[in-house]
């Protein structure tokens, strides 16, 4: 088994330029077919690796993992078995896929049963939620909300620039990418003198977003170290934390979001090993004041991924709003990480934190409705002519996003939902 996957490696499976998924990603989905049952799969340009296929054929002897771990509708017990297992499993299908190995390739009864049109597949949520929680990291972010509700000149709370601030989410409605919402009810208050309001979101909203999952974590009563926290992240996705702004701004004090939040978030299907991700790392911004001894980190932590977000009007054509990037992050995963056990919270298999909006110093780079049309007061303009403050039934927002160094792109496909009509 290869030690590590090369740059200069190609697959002997065709991958168009600009593929998210050369043979140097390699991100791990659930999928089934009209043939097959929900398994994990590895993407490698527009065709998936049935990896419990690979296992029946043969191919994965010496790796310690279970036919059950393999045909499932979730990755988590693939992802129990371990960072080390994991890692040695994507290597092992990185070898039967690089050029030069003819095991695979020139075996046609088996290659039919081992690689699957992406188009001939049906993905599934990659993986079972245990727990959620959402973080409120981009500092442009938090200062924009804070310009916007609070004083301009004191936008950030107290507390933003010592703490990773974060909250407990709901994981029962992270949906997968293609799968549509419904715009939210719930109390509002658009009127200050007035009684709230009962009825349909007025202000419905997404938030850009990455997402990580963990291996299982340690024992209660124990905390995960900046320095341990990579060990305990299996990967990265894209993730739309959709926001209904109107009931959120009535409903959010004392205890924070509640139905503002909890009614849908969105997810890409496949998981990006935070292995395919280590050579954009690069460094994060000088943390003024001093974090705490527990925040402290070294190395290169933060992640240079390009992200997009479109809304697609019903009917209409894609419009490009916002391009920001994840490396504007001010708290990095390994800090949230430590932060969310410093206190002997134990984290499980599968249990996903979200970075919170992720948003650049340009008015191009806000990545939230809220920021783009700064409170409804810039609307957008659609090459249809129409303009938006806030999202419309009808409306499907896209989110993309990739990494590119040195002619390497790795990538992570797209979250897409379409919006429709109070039920």
């Not at 972010?141 to 709370?157: C, E, I, K, Q, S």
């Not at 009535?250 to 139905?259: D, K, Q």
Request: hydrophobic share 35%.
């Amino acid at each position: 088994m290869s030690s590590k996957i090369s740059n200069s490696a190609k697959s002997w499976i065709n991958v168009e330029t600009n593929s998210d998924f050369p043979i140097q990603n390699l991100p791990f989905g659930i999928f089934k077919t009209a043939s097959k049952s929900a398994r994990v799969g590895i993407a490698i340009g527009n065709q998936i690796v049935d990896v419990k296929a690979l296992f029946d054929l043969g191919y994965l002897h010496g790796l310690n993992i279970k036919s059950s771990d393999l045909e499932n509708c979730y990755l988590n017990d693939l992802m129990s078995n371990g960072k080390i297992v994991c890692s040695q499993l994507r290597h092992h299908v990185y070898d039967l896929l690089e050029e030069s190995n003819d095991s695979l390739k020139n075996n046609k009864e088996h290659l039919a049963k081992v690689i699957v049109s992406q188009n001939e597949a049906t993905m599934l949520l990659p993986v079972k939620v245990g727990d959620y929680t959402d973080f409120y990291s981009s500092r442009e972010h938090a200062t924009n909300v804070g310009t916007m509700f609070r004083d301009p000149n004191n936008a950030l709370l107290p507390n933003w620039l010592h703490i990773p601030v974060g909250y407990h989410g709901r994981a029962s409605s992270i949906i997968l990418s293609g799968e549509p919402i419904y715009r939210p009810k719930g109390q509002s208050k658009p009127d200050p003198e007035a009684p709230p309001v009962y009825g349909p979101s007025a202000r419905l909203d997404f938030e850009l977003e990455m997402a990580f999952v963990t291996f299982e974590g340690k024992p209660l009563g124990d905390s995960i170290s900046t320095a341990e926290a990579d060990d305990y992240i299996f990967g990265m996705c894209l993730f739309n934390d959709w926001s209904a702004r109107d009931i959120q701004s009535w409903e959010y004090v004392p205890l924070g979001p509640f139905l503002a939040k909890n009614f849908a978030s969105s997810m890409s299907p496949w998981i990006v090993t935070l292995e395919a991700l280590e050579q954009f790392r690069i460094p994060g911004p000088v943390q003024n004041p001093k974090v705490l001894p527990y925040l402290e980190y070294s190395g290169n932590k933060h992640i240079d991924i390009k992200l997009q977000v479109l809304i697609e009007p019903e009917n209409g054509n894609e419009n490009l709003i916002c391009q920001s990037n994840y490396k504007h992050m001010y708290w990095n995963m390994n800090q949230q990480l430590a932060h969310h056990t410093i206190n002997g919270c134990n984290i499980k298999c599968g249990d996903m934190m979200a970075s919170g909006t992720i948003s650049g110093p340009t008015e191009d780079s806000f990545g939230s409705m809220l920021e783009l049309a700064w409170k409804g007061t810039k609307p957008l303009k659609m090459d249809d002519g129409s303009e938006r403050k806030f999202i419309n039934d009808g409306d499907t927002v896209i989110m993309r996003g990739y990494c590119e160094k040195d002619g390497i792109r790795v990538g992570f496909g797209e979250v897409s939902s379409k919006v429709l009509p109070a039920k």
